[in-house]
């Protein structure tokens, strides 16, 4: 496996590849987990060369959010791949050959200050699908992740990218970049991994310990206790939420703030009123779980369910 930190050394070893090489790039921000495995799996599955990116991307932060704090963990990264490498069966078509994990001078070379409008340079946005859901709460957000995957995009020059369906909004967004922007790039979305007890695996999940730990898989059993009344025959959005909302009053109280648990159709993410069967509906969740001694931070977790 090679690692290239510069988008030069990257070229240099992209340009050399074969016409029939095929390359299937994972985008991530590092500290890795098995949902992350999962995904360069997927990929190994159907390429040749997986390139994984590693790059804590400082645009898709506010000057507010934990970029200083989140974890950082690239030699235990590199061994997870290493290690994923030697468990891939004799089938698949390739490994992991590759990892990009630019500086931040590479990606931005202006400079990336986190207040947005003292940026300079070039900027992407996926409008108006970057304002729904996570947008809400985080308008710098999607903005960052669209940017940044655009540079990913044109440096790597995959064939084929993946992409964690727990980030759904990040996979309608992206997926509408590639259309827009005419990149002949086709996108793979791998289902969530989740702990034993449902929890859906994030490199913040780190943060959670003790009853904190304990207490988060709430998020994922309200959205199921939401899906069993949709799968019970209703279809009206507000009944199906408050389901969720009641788990997590019921059992997160105290420990749980929501920010939002909504039901938003699949292509310009417009909540629906009513779930049209046949259609698929993206019902989607972010809450904080708040510090319960000193010295703890707020998590932010998010999660969603598709109904089929
Ligand atoms: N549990 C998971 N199952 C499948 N894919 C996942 C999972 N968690 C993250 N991914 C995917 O891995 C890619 C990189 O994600 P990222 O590096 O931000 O990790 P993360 O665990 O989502 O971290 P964060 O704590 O920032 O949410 C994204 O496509 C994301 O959707
Ligand atoms: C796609 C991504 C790597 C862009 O920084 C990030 O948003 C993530 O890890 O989901
Ligand atoms: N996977 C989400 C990255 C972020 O929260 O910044």
């Known amino acids: 496996m090679q ?10 070893w992209r340009a050399s590849l074969s016409a029939d090489s095929t390359v299937g790039v994972v985008p991530t ?10 995904l360069a799996r997927a990929a190994a599955t159907a390429n040749t060369h997986v390139v994984v990116t590693i790059f804590l991307n400082p645009a898709q932060f506010a000057p ?34 590759t990892v990009f994990a630019p500086t931040v001078a590479e990606m931005y070379p202006a400079g990336i200050p986190l207040v947005r409008n003292e940026q300079v340079g070039t900027f992407i ?20 992740v669209a940017t940044v995957c655009t540079k990913l995009f044109n440096i790597t020059r995959p064939h084929n990218v993946y992409f964690g369906q727990k980030d759904v909004q990040q996979t309608v967004i992206l997926k509408r970049l590639l259309r827009d922007l005419h990149f002949d790039i086709t996108m793979t979305v791998v289902p969530t991994e989740r702990e ?34 949709y799968n019970g025959g209703e279809g ?7 389901a969720a909302r009641q788990v997590l009053e019921r059992e ?25 069967r046949g259609k698929g509906v993206i019902l989607s969740a972010a809450m904080w779980v708040l510090p319960t001694v000193e010295g703890e931070g707020t998590v932010r977790l998010i999660d969603n369910l598709i109904l089929e």
């Open 196 to 229: 034993a007890d449902g929890l859906a695996m994030s490199s913040r999940n780190v943060f959670l310990s003790g009853e904190r730990r304990k207490a988060a898989p709430v998020l994922y059993k309200a959205l199921r206790a939401a899906e069993d009344v």
């Open 125 to 144: 946005e996926v409008v108006p699908l970057s304002a729904a859901l996570e947008g809400g709460t985080r308008p710098h957000f999607f903005r960052g």
């Open 236 to 242: 009206r959005a507000s009944v199906i939420l408050e």
């Open 252 to 276: 997160g109280a105290g420990m749980m703030k929501l920010d939002y648990v909504s039901l938003n159709e699949s292509e310009l993410l417009r909540e629906v009123d009513t779930v049209e």
């Open 29 to 38: 921000m590092g500290a890795l987990h098995a949902g992350h495995l999962s």
């Open 64 to 97: 507010t959010e934990d970029l200083a704090s989140y974890p950082k963990t690239m030699d235990q990264d590199l061994a997870a791949l290493e290690a994923l490498n030697a468990s891939l069966p004799p089938s698949a078509s390739g490994q992991v050959t």
């Open 3 to 12: 690692v290239y930190n510069s988008v030069a050394s990257y070229r240099a």
